[in-house]
């Protein structure tokens, strides 16, 4: 039994509480698991919790761009469709289950249809170690990035969420995060990130016109 299954027995036996996977940099900067907390529970300076982020793209090579809904966690901010890692599941579990929780949050048919697109579509990139400082706070995060194509026909937001979202160009949604102005603070390896992201989008288009 590996440590996670073991401090998950352990945390289960107590109750049924949510729960996050926290880690740590070791000294060769390498990323390590440290245990889980309640999703309550303060976390200490040096663990991260896992998270996810997609840039996601329609046909006409736009990134979906979100607007937080007036919540005590970056109200009003703008984001990419994104959230935490919750419990057992990995990453691109929690990538799933956030786009459809944020942006198909209708009937169960939609929402197995943007279940169904995203396990077809979603591109896993790279992921960044990243610090988070927001109204006084600081949080640490691993974040995986995917990329996602879509033709999103209907879109039901989640309001405790989202309280808009917008179509923009690829140049703009990277310049977003470039300037500071979303919620993810900028780091030189995005750069990294784009290129690939950008890649992608030549696939859809010519993809596109391959279709046409």
């Known amino acids: 039994m ?71 966690i970056n109200s009003g901010e703008i984001d990419l469709c994104s959230g935490h890692i919750d419990g057992e599941e990995t990453p691109t579990q929690a990538m799933i289950r956030e786009y459809v929780e944020e942006l198909h949050n209708g009937s169960s048919e939609e929402k197995e249809k943007a ?28 974040i995986q990035f995917y990329t996602m194509k879509t033709k999103l026909e209907n879109v039901t937001i989640q309001p405790e969420e989202i309280d808009s979202i917008e179509w923009v160009n690829l140049d703009e949604a990277f310049d977003l995060i470039r300037q500071g102005k979303t919620k993810f603070p900028y780091d030189e390896r995005y750069e990294k990130i784009f290129e690939k992201v950008s890649e992608h989008y030549k696939g859809i288009k010519e993809e596109k016109v391959l279709n046409k």
């Open 2 to 72: 590996n440590d996670f299954k073991k401090s998950l027995k352990g945390f289960k036996e107590k109750k049924k509480i949510s729960y996050y996977k926290t880690y740590e940099r070791n000294i060769r900067g390498e990323k390590v698991y440290t245990g889980i907390i309640e999703t309550k529970k303060e976390l200490t300076q040096d663990n991260y919790l896992g998270g996810v982020s997609c840039f996601i793209i329609n046909d006409e090579g736009k990134v979906l761009i979100e607007k937080r809904a007036n919540t005590k």
């Open 115 to 142: 279940r169904n697109e995203a396990i077809q579509n979603l591109c896993k990139l790279d992921e960044l170690d990243l610090i988070f400082h927001n109204r006084g706070n600081t949080r640490k995060f691993f």
